[in-house]
């Protein structure tokens, strides 16, 4: 079974920067798509980015474009999501989350759709 470990959640000034990791351990993390989701209190589980197995193909929500990255490296089974200019609508628990489904990382953006989660990490950006 995979297994994965978010980390890197902080308080933050809006503004402000934070890179997310997750560690993969369990299963090839090659052969699964990855995704970023994020909740915010009272309000639904979304998703934030996506990544194709190869991380050749990646996919961002649009409130997100422009200011966050996500990035893996299939070698070390890493998992980051680098994120700038944030803002305190950005405060949320973020998890990592894997899929083995080989359709477009664009398409694959529901939570139903991922099979394994992370136990998430909080990021909390004060104005």
């Known amino acids: 079974q995979l297994q994965l470990v978010e980390s890197g959640g902080a308080v933050v000034q809006a503004g402000g920067s934070l890179r997310l990791s997750c560690a993969a351990s369990?299963?090839?993390?090659?052969?699964?798509?990855m995704g970023w989701f994020r909740q915010a209190p009272g309000k639904e589980r979304e998703i934030v980015s996506a990544?194709?197995?190869?991380?050749?193909?990646?996919y961002y929500a649009d409130p997100v474009k422009g200011r966050l990255t996500i990035s893996r490296d299939n070698a070390k089974n890493t998992l980051d999501l680098q994120m700038n200019g944030l803002k305190p609508e950005d405060t949320a628990v973020y998890y990592c989350?894997?899929?083995?489904?080989?359709?477009?990382?664009?398409?694959?953006?529901?939570?139903?759709?991922?099979?394994?989660w992370g136990q998430g990490t909080q990021v909390t950006v004060s104005s």
């Open positions: 369990g299963l090839t993390f090659g052969l699964y798509a």
């Open positions: 990544i194709s197995r190869s991380g050749g193909s990646t």
């Open positions: 989350a894997a899929t083995p489904q080989g359709s477009p990382v664009r398409t694959v953006t529901q939570r139903y759709e991922y099979a394994y």
